[in-house]
């Protein structure tokens, strides 16, 4: 394997240096001791200097430096629920309760038990629950405690948007959030919620909720105890910056087939079964099982391309609109607002 290819594979598993700072300076901002939390952490520099802009952090130091900022504020969730703090511990108990569930639906039904039974102990109003729309085919996630300032509504739903990548490792698929609500104002630096979101957002709404697909309730779980102890290693990761994608389901084979360069024209549904070796019939049923369909699979790989080259490339957008593959900009311009709810231009 070349060089390039080596510090290419080790960029992708790295974390970007910003959520690192962003860790540390909410760290700072409920008097951490940064400095022993660096040292408890084994973090070989201070990731807040200004000369380490390159240095790349592994996920596993960012894990190791989550759970030191955790043990230091005594609150797993980061001192973002003010209704009450969440004692160290009770993410792997929430996590235990869910994962002998016969399915993702008793799955979240047990986790919205075990979280319920948690605020009603420390005497505070919440309302957390599972809705599914069946004509539409839709489940709807919320959460509002009513000890909850506007100020942190919006890691308030965060929080649901990193619960359901926990639900997704569980059955082993992908679960992407087709729209959301929270109870806060919208923020004036959007860069967080964009990273958990890249789905319309509406603002100033009674709860803070999540959509997907219904058909992903009806998924098997296919963790055991023993991949659990496992996954809480590098849980911070995993459930902050980039899910743990399954390397069996369709869809991750799809993604893989379609790249990250859409100049030329994707695959057709006929040509993709040739590719995958496999009838109509199943490619439609395993779509199907996964809550997801191969128009939304190109869709938000081209979404995902366009959102990483408009935040962090210096093309304008009509170059990023030829580079996902549309030749006319106005038809870029429709598509990027339906699939985040901004244009392209107000996104960047």
Not at 72 to 85: A, F, K, R
Not at 148 to 173: E, M, P, Y
Not at 286 to 295: A, N, P, V
Request: hydrophobic share 40%; charged share 25%.
């Amino acid at each position: 394997m070349s060089i390039e290819r080596v510090n290419s594979a080790l960029y992708k598993k790295s974390v970007p240096m910003e959520f690192t700072r962003a860790l540390l300076a909410q760290a700072r901002a409920y008097n951490c001791d940064v400095e022993g939390v660096l040292r408890a952490a084994g973090f070989p520099f201070d990731p807040l200097r200004q000369d380490v802009q390159t240095v790349l952090v592994s996920r596993e130091q960012y894990s190791r430096l989550c759970l030191a900022v955790i043990r230091e504020l005594g609150d797993e969730s980061g001192g973002v629920m003010p209704d009450v703090q969440t004692p160290i511990g009770t993410t792997r108990m929430i996590a235990l309760s869910m994962i002998n569930s016969s399915n993702l639906l008793s799955a979240l039904h047990r986790g919205i038990e075990f979280n319920g039974v948690c605020r009603v102990r420390q005497g505070a109003d919440v309302i957390n629950r599972l809705t599914v729309d069946h004509e539409r085919k839709e489940a709807t996630l919320t959460y509002l405690s009513q000890n909850d300032t506007k100020q942190f509504q919006h890691s308030v739903l965060c929080n649901l948007a990193i619960w359901l990548r926990f639900g997704g490792w569980l059955i082993d698929q992908r679960i992407d959030v087709t729209s959301a609500t929270c109870a806060g104002p919208k923020p004036k630096f959007l860069a967080g919620m964009r990273h958990f979101f890249p789905c319309p957002v509406e603002y100033g709404q009674t709860v803070n909720s999540v959509t997907f697909s219904a058909r992903h309730l009806d998924a098997e779980l296919v963790r055991d105890e023993k991949a659990l102890e496992q996954f809480l290693k590098l849980a911070p990761y995993y459930m902050i910056i980039e899910p743990l994608l399954s390397t069996f389901s369709i869809t991750h084979r799809i993604r893989g087939i379609l790249g990250d360069d859409f100049r030329q024209e994707m695959p057709s549904f006929e040509g993709l079964t040739v590719l995958l070796n496999m009838s109509a019939r199943t490619l439609r049923r395993r779509l199907d099982k996964e809550g997801t369909s191969y128009q939304r699979i190109k869709d938000n790989a081209r979404r995902d391309v366009a959102i990483s080259m408009l935040s962090r490339d210096r093309l304008t957008v009509s170059e990023v609109a030829e580079q996902v593959g549309f030749s006319d900009p106005s038809a870029f311009h429709r598509s990027f607002k339906k699939w985040t709810g901004e244009s392209p231009g107000s996104y960047r």
